[in-house]
């Protein structure tokens, strides 16, 4: 079964230190996707990348990167120079497998709290 | 931008109360889907509706159904809601295609007493 494992339940980070969230993914697809989003504390989840299997490339974005490794099946994200507005809960999230319903399983979170 | 509207940032029902949970979204996605966030368990799909009238049950669909009479509204119903049902909510659409992001509400907060 499609499985998302973040075994990284709270991080506690001193500002400007960097931080990776680990995600580590099971699926017997050779066609998938990949996501993370944030929650920060007002509850709203916030989608902020996708990948698909056919894409190994790392990719970054301002202080944030993500390394998608199938080898090991993970797809970690990494915050460099961590900051307290980056404080949240992180998800990672993949679609169930079969068909076009793009229902999302999640991860079970990891809470990021930066202090300053 | 794309929104997803829930009705209600907080809730306090009583136990047996039936309770509705609307959620409106504005970009005419045809995938609608109701989650449960509890600490510990991340997120679990309750329900998801792929156009008007047609839905599908997730993980944890006891308890709860659904009604979809518009494509922009997927509501959440509670026949007759219990403590274990105390949680946040969480409505999301999406486009229909397998790969696209799902976009959130700002959650509801209920709370059965």
């Known amino acids: 079964a499609q499985k998302v494992t973040q075994a990284q339940t709270e991080i506690s980070v001193v500002e400007k230190e960097d931080v990776t969230l680990d995600c580590v993914y099971e699926t017997r697809d050779t066609t998938y996707y990949l996501f993370w989003y944030k929650q920060p504390p007002s509850g709203e989840l916030v989608f902020l990348i996708r990948r698909n299997s056919f894409d190994e490339q790392n990719e970054i974005s301002g202080r944030y990167s993500w390394n998608f490794q199938k080898s090991t099946s993970s797809f970690n994200f990494t915050i460099t120079a961590s900051q307290v507005v980056d404080s949240a809960v992180y998800f990672c999230a993949s679609p169930l497998p079969g068909g076009a319903t793009n229902k999302l399983i999640f991860g079970t979170g990891t809470l990021l709290a930066v202090q300053p | 931008d794309v929104k997803v509207t829930q009705s209600s940032r907080y809730l306090v029902k009583r136990t047996g109360e039936k309770v509705f949970l609307e959620c409106v979204q504005d970009?005419?996605?045809?995938?609608m889907f109701w989650y449960r966030q509890d600490p510990g368990l991340g997120l679990r799909l309750i329900y998801f509706?792929?156009?008007?009238?047609?839905?599908e049950k997730g993980d944890i669909p006891e308890g709860y159904s659904v009604s979809r009479e518009k494509k922009e509204r997927f509501s959440l119903i509670l026949e007759s809601a219990s403590t274990n049902q105390t949680s946040m909510y969480l409505c999301?659409?999406?486009?229909?295609?397998?790969?696209?992001?799902?976009?959130f509400g700002q959650g509801t907060r209920l709370t059965v007493v």
């Open positions: 999301a659409s999406s486009w229909e295609a397998t790969g696209t992001e799902a976009f």
């Open positions: 970009m005419d996605h045809e995938n």
């Open positions: 509706s792929y156009d008007v009238k047609m839905k």
